[in-house]
């Protein structure tokens, strides 16, 4: 049936693409692991903790969430989690990399 081989080959050139798609999400993660420290490390260029240091000072959720709303990253809610800005970097990365790698190995259905 021609509609069956229509399908197929849709889903096959949809997987290609999300699997190249994928690969190039892959390599941006590492490169940004691998960058991460020179550039906004403690030792880096621009240190990403004098930026937030300056700007996430918050006592609570509502807090957070309004600076979110204003800047919107995961890092406003550092300060209350916690954890350090370094930690919260690497392990964007990280995941990010086991994300990418996983869709580059077909498993993005």
């Given at each position: 049936d021609i509609h069956n081989i229509k399908s197929k080959m849709i889903n096959s050139y949809r997987s290609i693409f999300l699997s190249s798609f994928s690969?190039?999400?892959?390599?941006?993660?590492?490169?940004?692991?691998?960058?991460?420290?020179?550039?906004?490390?403690?030792?880096?260029?621009?240190p990403i903790q004098n930026l937030i240091k300056k700007e996430n000072i918050l006592l609570n959720w509502s807090d957070a969430f309004n600076r979110y709303l204003e800047y919107p990253t995961f890092i406003v809610f550092t300060s209350l989690i916690e954890i350090d800005i370094d930690t919260i970097m690497e392990l964007t990365a990280i995941i990010g990399i086991i994300l990418?790698?996983?869709?580059?190995?077909?498993?993005?259905?």
């Open positions: 690969i190039v999400y892959l390599f941006a993660f590492i490169s940004y692991y691998v960058q991460y420290p020179g550039l906004f490390g403690w030792d880096g260029i621009l990418s790698f996983i869709s580059a190995c077909g498993f993005h259905d």
